[in-house]
Nanobody
Framework: QVQLEESGGGLVQAGGSLRLSCAIS????????IGWFRQVPGKERTFVGA???????HYLDSVKGRFTISRDNAKNTVYLQMNSLKPEDTAVYYC????????????????WGQGTQVTVSS
């Protein structure tokens, strides 16, 4: 497992933007696929998007065109840029890392961060 630490959550009005960061503490960061998931109280954690170690990107349909995942290998950091936020995007967002992106596309991951709250007001 690797250690992941999210930051950047907060309160924003609908239509606004936030950028989440995920710092990964592993020297072999480049070989991991990194994903983002979110969870609201009483519901299961759901996949939001992921980027493979080779740069392939996958997104949940409802965030396509609004959310963008990027990674800075020099800083061992992955970002989730969220634009045009909607109240339904309100959730705890989790960063995840796995050597196999298929694991994340199926809803799982080998390592998880502690989560960061994103609240979008209407």
């Amino acid at each position: 497992q690797v250690q992941l630490e999210e930051s950047g959550g907060g309160l924003v009005q609908a239509g606004g933007s936030l950028r989440l960061s995920c710092a990964i503490s592993d020297r072999t960061f480049r070989r991991y696929s990194i994903g983002w998931f979110r969870q609201v109280p009483g519901k299961e954690r759901t996949f939001v998007g992921a980027m493979s170690w080779s740069g392939d990107v996958h997104y949940l349909d409802s965030v396509k065109g609004r959310f963008t995942i990027s990674r800075d290998n020099a800083k061992n950091t992955v970002y989730l840029q969220m634009n045009s936020l909607k109240p339904e995007d309100t959730a705890v967002y989790y960063c995840a890392a796995d050597t196999n992106i298929a694991t994340m596309l199926n809803g799982g991951s080998g390592s998880w961060g502690q989560g960061t709250q994103v609240t979008v007001s209407s």
